[in-house]
């Protein structure tokens, strides 16, 4: 059974720099494709950044350049370091898994995972 627990958020001003973690049990950087996931009041879930088994990554076009997804070498812990942080960032951020490889193309999307942790929040004041 796969497990995921997201740490890592809180509130920051703008400009500053966050990085989130999820501690996956059941899954390794061999057997599960990860994902970043994001969503604000009133909005509907959004993938942020995607990493495939075989390494490929993806990002939203709005956090580009700013924030990073990696995981570490045991492959048990993603994270997503988040710079130049803006208040349109502000949301719950979910750390998603899915076994096996996930195209690129679908890396950010919702449907495409089956594991969900239950979030981590992060509030950006301007």
């Known amino acids: 059974q796969v497990q995921l627990v997201e740490s890592g958020g809180g509130s920051v001003q703008a400009g500053g720099s966050l990085r989130l973690s999820c501690a996956a049990s059941?899954?390794?950087?061999?057997?599960?494709?990860m994902g970043w996931f994001r969503q604000a009041p009133g909005k509907e879930r959004e993938g942020v950044a995607g990493r495939s088994t075989n390494t490929l990554l993806r990002y939203a076009d709005s956090v580009k350049g700013r924030f990073i997804i990696s995981r570490d070498n045991a492959g048990n812990t993603l994270y997503l370091q988040m710079n130049s942080l803006k208040p349109e960032d502000s949301a719950l951020y979910y750390c998603a898994a899915g076994r096996g490889l996930i195209s690129s193309s679908r890396l950010l999307e919702t449907s495409a995972y089956e594991y969900w942790g239950k979030g981590t929040q992060v509030t950006v004041s301007s």
């Open positions: 059941g899954c390794t950087y061999n057997s599960c494709s």
